[in-house]
C-alpha cells in the first residue's frame, strides 16, 4: 500500500484509484531563461515519484505545461531585443536539454500555452457565461468573491491574495481579482471574444488539464511557493467552469531547495543554473544529493554536501563495481549464503516500506547504505555463491532503475570499440583519398571533444 501526503488534508492517505490509471499533472517551467538546480530539484522528485508508482504497477499519464507566453518572457525579450515567442523556444528547448542530461524522463507530454489557445478561450468563456468572470477594458478576471471556498488548498484567506502577484488594475471590481484574459495591441497576441490579448497565467494550467484529462483526475503537482495563489486559483477556476469537485484527488508539492535559507530564485540572483552545476557534477550525484532527502523537506544547498553525495554514490559504485567483478571470478562458493539472502530480503523490505511511505528516498537510500556495508563484509570474507550474486546484482538493478540513477558504473569499453572501428574506417578513406568524409569524420568528433591528429 502507499501512501501519499496530500496538501490539501494536510495528511498521509492511501493512494486509491480506479483500475491503477493515473493521471498526474505537474506545473512545468516558465521558460524565459535557463532552468535552475531548484527546479531540477522538484523535477527530479516527480520523476522519482513515477518511476516508483510504474514500478508498482500503476500506469501512469504525466502532463506537465510550459509557460512559453508571460510577462517576464515578454520583458526579457524585450531587454534582448528579441521575439518573445523565439526567447521561450529557445529556453524550452535547454530545459528539454537539462531534464535529459538529468535523467528526467518520464513526462509523457509537454503541452505549450500557446498551443492551447482555443481551450484557454473556451473556459474562459464558460466563466463569464456562468458568472464567474467579467470583461472589463484591461481584461477579463476571476471574481474571487463569487468562488466561496477561495484558498481551501492554503487555508489562506482571501486578503492574502493582496499580497500577492496580482496585477494592480483600477478597471477591476477588487483588487483581489485576478485576470484570465489580458488584453493587449502589441504582439505576441491572440484574438478572442475580448479582443486581442494573451491568458493569464493561471488559466493556462486549468485549460490544459481539462483537455487531457477532464475536469478531474487524480495528482497534481509542483513547488510549495505554487499552493499559493496559483493551485488556489486553478481549483477556484476548474470548479466553477465544471460545477465539479474536487478538481484533483492528491495536491502533491515539493520543498524549496535553498541557499543559506533562503529559496533559490531567479529573482533573488542566488542561483545555479543545471548547465554550471553539470560542468563540475555527473548528473547522478545531483540525483543522488536531491534523493538525500525527503520531497518535502527543504534542502540547503552547499558544495559540502554535494561532495558528499559524490563519495557516498561512488562507495556504493565501488561495491557494485566488486560485484561484477566477482561475478566473473573462478573461486565462487558453491552453496548460498542464508546470511545474504536474509540481508537482501531486509534490505529489500526497507526500501519498498520507505518508498511506500510517501517516497521515502533517504530512507531507501540509507537503507542501501546499510546493505552495501554488509556486502563488503561478505565480499571480503569470499562469502558469497554465483546465485547470490545473481540476486543481489538483480535487486540492484531494480532500484537502480526506481531512482533513475547508475548504482554501477557505467562501462565504457563498448563505446572505446565504437571509437577504434570509426577511427579504422577513416584509415581506410583516408588511403582511398576520400578526404572530404574523412575530414568530417574527424570534425564531428572533435565537435564531441575527440581529437584525431594525423601522422
Ligand atoms: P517556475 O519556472 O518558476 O514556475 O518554476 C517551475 C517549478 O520549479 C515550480 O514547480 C516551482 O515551484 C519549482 N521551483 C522553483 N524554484 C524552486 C526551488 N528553489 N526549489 C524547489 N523547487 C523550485
Same mark, same amino acid.
Given at each position: 500500500?502507499?501512501?501519499?501526503?496530500?496538501?490539501?488534508?494536510?495528511?498521509?492517505?492511501?493512494?486509491?484509484?480506479?483500475?491503477?490509471?493515473?493521471?498526474?499533472?505537474?506545473?512545468?517551467?516558465?521558460?524565459?531563461?535557463?532552468?535552475?538546480?531548484?527546479?531540477?530539484?522538484?523535477?527530479?522528485?516527480?520523476?522519482?515519484?513515477?518511476?516508483?508508482?510504474?514500478?508498482?504497477?500503476?500506469?501512469?499519464?504525466?502532463?506537465?505545461?510550459?509557460?512559453?507566453?508571460?510577462?517576464?518572457?515578454?520583458?526579457?525579450?524585450?531587454?534582448?531585443?528579441?521575439?518573445?515567442?523565439?526567447?521561450?523556444? +529557445?529556453?524550452?528547448?535547454?530545459?528539454?536539454?537539462? &531534464? #535529459?542530461?538529468?535523467?528526467?524522463?518520464?513526462?509523457? !507530454?509537454?503541452?505549450?500555452?500557446?498551443?492551447? &489557445?482555443?481551450?484557454?478561450?473556451?473556459?474562459?468563456?464558460?466563466?463569464?457565461?456562468?458568472?464567474?468572470?467579467?470583461?472589463?477594458?484591461?481584461?477579463?478576471?476571476?471574481?474571487?468573491?463569487?468562488?466561496? $471556498? !477561495? *484558498?481551501?488548498?492554503?487555508?489562506?484567506?482571501?486578503?492574502?491574495?493582496?499580497?500577492?502577484?496580482?496585477?494592480?488594475?483600477?478597471?477591476? $471590481?477588487?483588487?483581489?481579482?485576478?485576470?484570465?484574459?489580458?488584453?493587449?495591441?502589441?504582439?505576441?497576441?491572440?484574438?478572442?471574444?475580448?479582443?486581442?490579448?494573451?491568458?493569464?497565467?493561471?488559466?493556462?494550467?486549468?485549460?490544459?488539464?481539462?483537455?487531457?484529462?477532464?475536469?478531474?483526475?487524480?495528482?497534481?503537482?509542483?513547488?510549495?511557493?505554487?499552493?499559493?495563489?496559483?493551485?488556489?486559483?486553478?481549483?477556484?477556476?476548474?470548479?466553477?467552469?465544471?460545477?465539479?469537485?474536487?478538481? %484533483? #484527488?492528491?495536491?502533491?508539492?515539493?520543498?524549496?531547495?535553498?541557499?543559506?535559507?533562503?529559496?533559490?530564485?531567479?529573482?533573488? *540572483?542566488?542561483?545555479?543554473?543545471?548547465?554550471?552545476?553539470?560542468?563540475?557534477?555527473?548528473?547522478?550525484?545531483?540525483?543522488? !544529493?536531491?534523493?538525500?532527502?525527503?520531497?518535502?523537506?527543504?534542502?540547503?544547498? @552547499?558544495? $559540502?554536501?554535494?561532495?558528499?553525495?559524490?563519495?557516498?554514490?561512488?562507495?556504493?559504485?565501488?561495491?557494485?563495481?566488486?560485484?561484477?567483478?566477482?561475478?566473473?571470478?573462478?573461486?565462487?562458493?558453491?552453496?548460498?549464503?542464508?546470511?545474504?539472502?536474509?540481508?537482501?530480503? %531486509?534490505? +529489500?523490505?526497507? !526500501?519498498?516500506?520507505?518508498?511506500?511511505?510517501?517516497?521515502?528516498?533517504?530512507?531507501?537510500?540509507?537503507?542501501?547504505?546499510?546493505?552495501?556495508?554488509?556486502?563488503?563484509?561478505?565480499?571480503?570474507?569470499?562469502?558469497?555463491?554465483?546465485?547470490?550474486?545473481?540476486?543481489?546484482?538483480?535487486?540492484?538493478? #531494480?532500484?537502480?532503475?526506481?531512482? *533513475?540513477? @547508475?548504482?554501477?558504473?557505467?562501462?565504457?569499453?563498448?563505446?572505446?570499440?565504437?571509437?577504434?572501428?570509426?577511427?579504422?574506417?577513416?584509415?581506410?578513406? +583516408?588511403?582511398?583519398?576520400?578526404?572530404?568524409?574523412?575530414?568530417?569524420?574527424?570534425?564531428?568528433?572533435?565537435?564531441?571533444?575527440?581529437?584525431?591528429?594525423?601522422?
Amino acid at each position: 500500500m502507499i501512501t501519499v501526503y496530500n496538501t490539501m488534508t494536510r495528511q498521509k492517505e492511501e493512494l486509491k484509484v480506479k483500475n491503477n490509471k493515473i493521471k498526474l499533472f505537474v506545473c512545468g517551467p516558465t521558460v524565459y531563461d535557463y532552468s535552475h538546480i531548484g527546479h531540477a530539484r522538484t523535477y527530479i522528485s516527480f520523476d522519482v515519484i513515477v518511476r516508483y508508482l510504474k514500478h508498482e504497477g500503476y500506469s501512469v499519464f504525466y502532463l506537465q505545461n510550459i509557460t512559453d507566453i508571460d510577462d517576464k518572457i515578454i520583458n526579457r525579450a524585450k531587454e534582448n531585443g528579441e521575439d518573445p515567442l523565439e526567447l521561450s523556444h +529557445r529556453f524550452e528547448k535547454e530545459y528539454m536539454d537539462d &531534464m #535529459e542530461k538529468l535523467n528526467v524522463t518520464n513526462v509523457n !507530454f509537454y503541452a505549450r500555452a500557446t498551443e492551447h &489557445m482555443d481551450e484557454i478561450i473556451s473556459q474562459i468563456k464558460k466563466l463569464v457565461n456562468k458568472g464567474y468572470a467579467y470583461d472589463t477594458p484591461t481584461g477579463v478576471y476571476f471574481d474571487v468573491s463569487k468562488f466561496e $471556498d !477561495f *484558498g481551501k488548498l492554503s487555508n489562506r484567506n482571501l486578503d492574502d491574495l493582496q499580497n500577492t502577484r496580482i496585477e494592480v488594475d483600477t478597471t477591476k $471590481d477588487d483588487p483581489k481579482d485576478f485576470a484570465l484574459w489580458k488584453k493587449q495591441d502589441s504582439q505576441p497576441y491572440w484574438d478572442s471574444p475580448w479582443g486581442k490579448g494573451r491568458p493569464g497565467w493561471h488559466i493556462e494550467d486549468t485549460a490544459i488539464t481539462e483537455s487531457y484529462f477532464g475536469p478531474q483526475y487524480n495528482i497534481h503537482g509542483g513547488g510549495l511557493d505554487l499552493i499559493f495563489p496559483h493551485h488556489d486559483a486553478e481549483i477556484a477556476q476548474m470548479e466553477a467552469a465544471s460545477s465539479k469537485e474536487p478538481l %484533483v #484527488e492528491y495536491w502533491m508539492h515539493t520543498g524549496f531547495l535553498n541557499v543559506k535559507g533562503e529559496k533559490m530564485s531567479k529573482s533573488l *540572483g542566488n542561483f545555479i543554473t543545471i548547465k554550471q552545476l553539470l560542468e563540475n557534477y555527473e548528473p547522478d550525484v545531483y540525483r543522488f !544529493f536531491v534523493l538525500s532527502t525527503h520531497y518535502r523537506s527543504p534542502i540547503d544547498f @552547499s558544495d $559540502d554536501i554535494l561532495k558528499q553525495a559524490e563519495n557516498s554514490l561512488e562507495r556504493i559504485q565501488n561495491t557494485t563495481g566488486k560485484l561484477i567483478e566477482k561475478l566473473s571470478s573462478d573461486n565462487l562458493v558453491q552453496e548460498s549464503n542464508d546470511e545474504i539472502t536474509n540481508q537482501l530480503e %531486509v534490505f +529489500r523490505n526497507e !526500501f519498498f516500506d520507505a518508498m511506500d511511505n510517501d517516497f521515502n528516498t533517504p530512507i531507501a537510500l540509507s537503507s542501501l547504505f546499510n546493505f552495501t556495508h554488509t556486502l563488503n563484509k561478505e565480499l571480503s570474507e569470499d562469502n558469497l555463491s554465483k546465485d547470490d550474486l545473481e540476486n543481489i546484482i538483480d535487486t540492484l538493478r #531494480e532500484v537502480e532503475s526506481i531512482l *533513475g540513477l @547508475s548504482l554501477f558504473k557505467q562501462d565504457d569499453t563498448s563505446s572505446d570499440e565504437v571509437l577504434d572501428i570509426i577511427i579504422d574506417v577513416r584509415s581506410q578513406l +583516408r588511403s582511398n583519398k576520400q578526404w572530404d568524409l574523412a575530414d568530417k569524420i574527424r570534425d564531428d568528433l572533435s565537435a564531441l571533444d575527440i581529437n584525431i591528429e594525423d601522422k
